[in-house]
């Protein structure tokens, strides 16, 4: 059962910080395989139907770039951190849930800003991309914070 397997990887000898980037690693591997897979998809669609009307090649410039992989990885990241902390943090593992969820919406609402509002604006793109790579700086402080305890309360 999990609660088995939770016990005994913490009771093993390694850093509960090792422990929170390890459940993390696949998440975010998944991830990044789906913004990028989902991103071609998505340009590969848009040169059929413009090679069909007779538009030429189209192709995302640099700030759409910045958004897709950058944002779009940072912001999943984020998503997997948040969400195992808020968990850790709230009564119920669902609420954590609840909680990530909408700070899911509220990371989505400036990069949808600055594609349809600023043009994929590259500098905006940027901007948007050091703010959260600060997030993920200091949610990975946050991960330093969690104890053992706090990790078998939410098993």
């Known amino acids: ?5 939770g016990v005994s990887i913490l009771s093993a000898p390694v850093s509960v910080s090792a ?14 395989v789906t913004v990028v897979l989902s991103a071609a998809l998505n340009l ?16 995302y410039n640099a700030g759409e770039l910045v ?7 940072a912001t999943s990241f984020i998503m997997i951190l948040a969400s195992a902390i808020l968990s850790l943090k709230a009564k119920t593992s669902r609420k954590g849930l ?3 969820t909408f700070l899911g919406l509220v990371f989505f ?12 604006s590259l500098v905006w793109s940027l901007v948007y991309f050091g703010a959260l790579l600060a997030a993920v700086i200091v949610l ?4 330093r914070g969690v104890t053992r305890a706090q990790l ?3 098993l």
Do not use: Q
């Not at 422990?19 to 990044?32: D, E, I, K, T």
């Not at 609402?109 to 994929?120: C, H, K, M, R, V």
């Open 44 to 59: 590969a669609a848009a040169n059929l139907f413009a090679r069909i009307d007779g538009t030429p090649y189209l192709f």
């Open 109 to 120: 609402l400036p990069a949808t800003g600055i594609l349809y509002l600023l043009d994929g």
């Open 140 to 143: 990975s402080r946050k991960v």
């Open 67 to 73: 958004l897709l992989i950058g944002v779009g990885l």
């Open 152 to 154: 078998m309360a939410g």
């Open 19 to 32: 422990l929170f980037w390890g459940m993390a690693a696949l998440p975010c591997l998944v991830s990044s």
């Open 98 to 100: 609840y909680y990530s």
């Open 1 to 5: 059962t999990s609660l088995t397997t």
